[in-house]
């Protein structure tokens, strides 16, 4: 199965990286929908479009305005957008709003449930997860692989979510700041590091993807990926439409 990271910035783009948009293309399924998610009309392969909100914060979300162009002249049976009751209420009130957004697009909001099955028969759960506003992640579990997706969360070991994300293939984590900027990442909601990896580690998964990284740095490697290779060796740090087979 492959995954494609569409969007792998956070808070906004920059001229290397759009905001947060995961893909499985084959199944016609999205995590979050930030600034890259025009993206997703060149791999759109079904004719469902099933969109998971991590939470309803402007970079996850403002790629669904552009889901009339997304869908446009496709033979579409269905486009949901899956998050919690809240979040889908607040973007519903606030970001189409008459006066910002007169265009309804095309999309039916479902609430999360407990467990939902995908077409392929992958079993998907969500989960907690401490940020300003509150976000969740999500598990996919397949009878022959699995993957997890955690953004927008001070990350660190100890912390409840590392149970929930045990043993899994590929592990998708939010990075947005390296080492030395851990009040800044306290503050704002987001992880450093060292930190990130060392979850990586206690949850004994296969392999961890770094995203949502800060998109102020211009380095090629604004998260010192050695650092967490120290830990993890297994961490490869995500880029705009990269594509892992799992």
């Known amino acids: 199965m492959k995954l494609l990271l569409l969007g792998t910035a956070g808070y906004h783009p920059n001229d290397q990286r759009d905001t947060a948009c995961l893909m499985l293309p084959e199944l016609g399924v999205v995590f979050d929908?930030?600034?890259?998610?025009?993206?997703?009309?060149?791999?759109?392969?079904?004719?469902?479009?099933?969109?998971y909100?991590?939470?309803?914060?402007?970079?996850?979300?403002?790629?669904?305005?552009?889901?009339?162009?997304?869908?446009?002249?496709?033979?579409m049976r269905a486009v949901r957008v899956h998050g919690e009751t809240e979040k889908l209420a607040a973007i519903q009130e606030h970001l189409f709003c008459d006066l910002l957004f007169p265009v309804p697009p095309p999309y039916t909001p479902f609430p999360l449930t407990d467990e939902e099955v995908l077409p392929s028969g992958g079993r998907l759960r969500y989960f907690p997860l401490e940020h300003p506003g509150g976000s969740v992640g999500y598990r996919i579990d397949w009878p022959d692989r699995s993957l997890a997706y955690v953004t927008d969360t001070t990350a660190a070991a100890d912390l409840p979510y590392v149970d929930l994300i045990r043993g899994v293939d590929v592990l998708?984590?939010?990075c947005n700041?390296?080492?030395?900027?851990?009040?800044?990442?306290?503050?704002?909601?987001?992880?450093?590091?060292?930190p990130v990896a060392e979850v990586a580690a206690a949850a004994g998964v296969g392999r961890l993807v770094l995203a949502h990284v800060n998109?102020?740095?211009?380095?090629?490697?604004?998260?010192?990926l050695a650092v967490a290779r120290r830990i993890f060796p297994q961490t490869e740090l995500g880029y705009d439409r990269m594509e892992i087979e799992f």
């Open 177 to 194: 700041f390296p080492d030395g900027m851990e009040e800044l990442a306290r503050v704002t909601g987001h992880s450093c590091t060292t």
């Open 172 to 174: 998708v984590h939010e």
């Open 33 to 51: 929908a930030g600034t890259s998610m025009f993206r997703v009309r060149d791999y759109l392969q079904t004719d469902t479009l099933d969109i």
């Open 53 to 75: 909100l991590t939470h309803a914060h402007l970079d996850h979300v403002v790629g669904l305005t552009f889901l009339l162009d997304v869908t446009f002249e496709k033979q």
């Open 215 to 224: 998109p102020l740095s211009q380095d090629r490697d604004p998260v010192n």
